[in-house]
């Protein structure tokens, strides 16, 4: 029995578009031509998701390390925490390439309902 792989209204596969959505451009493409896989769609949502997370973490360590005595302790933070991040974002990257709709914790819920509207 051979199994036919969805296909993106890209024309790639749905699991190939959905890992390729986690580089943050071609998320934004993706949302703009993705007609018909809602795996794509949500993958994208959930990429773009997790691009704002890791902007706002960014940020609030940028400025603790601005306050005088915490400022120290961002200097071992930086690594842990894009570490962290890297690590999320590759499981969510090869979650998708297998084809799985992975949730992240907050991000996946809101990603799931805008994916479904969108």
Not at 84 to 108: N, Q, S, T, Y
């Amino acid at each position: 029995m051979t199994v036919v792989a969805e296909k993106s209204s890209t024309g790639l596969d749905a699991n190939v578009a959905a890992a390729l959505a986690y580089i943050p451009v071609v998320a934004i493409v993706f949302l703009v031509i993705e007609k018909g896989s809602r795996l794509v769609k949500f993958h994208a949502v959930q990429s773009l998701g997790l691009l704002v997370a890791w902007m706002v973490v960014w940020f609030g360590l940028m400025i603790i390390g601005f306050i005088p005595v915490l400022g120290w302790a961002t200097l071992l933070l930086w690594p842990l925490v894009m570490i962290g991040m890297f690590v999320v974002w590759l499981i969510a990257l090869l979650r998708a390439f297998k084809g799985e709709w992975f949730k992240l914790p907050v991000i996946g819920d809101i990603a799931e309902q805008q994916s479904a509207t969108l």
